[in-house]
């Protein structure tokens, strides 16, 4: 089984749909991130959290809230849907003090 | 305010030679700079590192070059084999109660057997 596990892998949804991403990690990592990849701008940062207890925004949250329901999950939704919100979302895991993040298979959503 | 760019967006080179992949940043502030590589339909993977300490670090076929005062660090892959083919980020980070790290927006490389 892969380390963080993210569903679903793939979504088509239409615009005005509330959407949850959810991600769990067996790494055992209490720092969990949410990142969006679009084409020619890299991975950028949607929110994190060092804790169940602890959100923190990131560069690019507008249209996004998260949850993390426990230390190994964290879930990030899309209240209503918009088309540029289509992208590919990866959930991403490290540990206090260590500068190496384990990221997740990715998954793909698109807003029609 | 791309505060890391990979200039080049995709990069072919033949087997057996060497790939140099290239990435300039901008916020003094990084103090520390890695590698992952990523396949098609899965996450990125973490490559290589280097602390802004030092000028050079190796692992097997992959070294990482900084040079602060230009603010660039290249990845070599040498020699290049076919199964390096993906695409490449390049990231920064530094500590501000917490790791926070920038990406680069990627460079597809191309291993031509």
């Known amino acids: 089984d892969a380390d963080v596990t993210q569903t679903p892998r793939n979504r088509i949804t239409k615009t005005g749909k509330r959407i949850m991403l959810e991600c769990s990690q067996t790494?055992?990592?209490?720092?969990m991130y949410w990142y969006r990849q679009d084409p020619g701008l890299g991975l950028r940062l949607i929110y994190y959290s060092f804790d169940v207890k602890d959100i923190n925004k990131g560069e690019i949250s507008d249209g996004y809230s998260v949850s993390r329901q426990a230390q190994a999950k964290f879930s990030l939704s899309l209240e209503s849907a918009i088309p540029n919100q289509t992208a590919l979302y990866f959930c991403a895991t490290g540990s206090r003090g260590a500068n190496v993040l384990t990221f997740g298979a990715g998954s793909r959503l698109t807003v029609l | 305010d791309q505060q890391v760019k990979q200039n080049s967006p995709s990069l072919s080179v033949q087997e057996g030679r060497i790939s140099i992949l290239n990435c300039d940043y901008t916020n003094s502030m990084f103090d520390y700079f890695l590698w992952y590589k990523k396949y098609p339909a899965e996450g990125p993977t973490f490559l290589i590192s280097?602390?802004?300490?030092?000028d050079k670090n190796e692992d097997g076929r992959f070294t990482v070059f900084l040079n602060k005062s230009a603010k660039h660090l290249s990845l070599h892959i040498v020699p290049s084999q076919p199964g390096d083919s993906a695409v490449y980020f390049c990231a920064a980070s530094f500590y501000s109660g917490t790791y926070k790290y920038i990406f680069g927006t990627g460079t597809r490389l191309k291993v031509l057997a």
């Open positions: 790494k055992g990592h209490d720092r």
């Open positions: 280097i602390s802004s300490i030092k």
